[in-house]
């Protein structure tokens, strides 16, 4: 079945520490996006990559990185330098302009601090 | 800066019963998307709405775009509890190849 798969759905973090949230998608979409969300909050864009070897930051990148070497992979790094980290965060993919920017979602990872 | 503004934020309303929720938005933009989220879940697309005076219906739910006041509508007609979540408005904008969120409509139907 086509889809987008997030692992792990949940991580635990100490402080100081670095994690990577994976992302996979076999959809052969061109885009793929990372959002965060709070208790209460809307879907906040961390980055987003419209092609392979390429990325742009969102509203609220610091403390993360990314990477899009391979069209289907979108892996997040939630780095120590990013200070409140706990949240769910979700992956998404669409087919891009000009054809569709209907974003699918993944399951999510709920990550905490510790 | 692109702004998109959701109201009601929270929503309690009687099984049977029918509403709206707003999505306003502050920019120019051609493509408007409805989303729902079951506590948590992901999200599901609900609608595409891709010009000015689509309409789009599923079940109880229809949602229309007036691009230029800048608006959208999602109706409920005749509420029932499986409808409870909560929804979201997200615009695209050509600046840039991301969609934008409200902050969601957290709907709760009562008997």
């Known amino acids: 079945d086509g889809g987008i798969t997030q692992s792990p759905k949940y991580l635990f973090r100490k402080e100081g520490q670095n994690v990577t949230l994976s992302c996979e998608q076999n959809?052969?979409?061109?885009?793929m996006y990372w959002y965060r969300q709070d208790p209460g909050q809307g879907l906040r864009l961390i980055y987003y990559?419209?092609?392979?070897?390429?990325?742009q930051k969102g509203d609220i990148a610091e403390g993360y990185s990314v990477s899009r070497e391979k069209k289907e992979s979108f892996p997040l790094t939630v780095t120590s330098a990013q200070k409140n980290p706990t949240a769910f965060y979700l992956c998404?993919?669409?087919?891009?302009?000009?054809?569709?920017?209907?974003?699918?979602f993944g399951q999510g990872t709920r990550l905490t601090v510790v | 800066e692109l702004k998109v503004e959701q109201n009601p934020l929270f929503l309690s309303m009687q099984e049977g019963k029918n509403y709206t929720i707003y999505c306003n938005y502050s920019?120019?933009?051609?493509?408007l998307y409805w989303y729902r989220q079951d506590p948590g879940k992901s999200l599901e697309s609900l609608f595409v709405?891709?010009?000015?005076?689509a309409v789009k219906q599923e079940g109880r739910l229809m949602a229309s775009l007036d691009t230029k006041a800048r608006l959208s509508t999602l109706h409920i007609t005749a509420a029932v509890h499986d409808l409870s979540a909560t929804y979201f408005c997200?615009?695209?904008?050509?600046?840039?190849?991301?969609?934008?969120f409200g902050k969601g409509t957290s709907l709760l139907v009562t008997p």
């Open positions: 998404a993919s669409s087919s891009g302009r000009p054809m569709s920017t209907e974003a699918f």
């Open positions: 959809l052969n979409h061109d885009a």
């Open positions: 990559s419209q092609i392979v070897n390429d990325f």
């Open positions: 920019t120019t933009s051609d493509r």
């Open positions: 709405l891709l010009s000015n005076g």
């Open positions: 997200a615009v695209d904008i050509l600046v840039r190849y991301a969609l934008n």
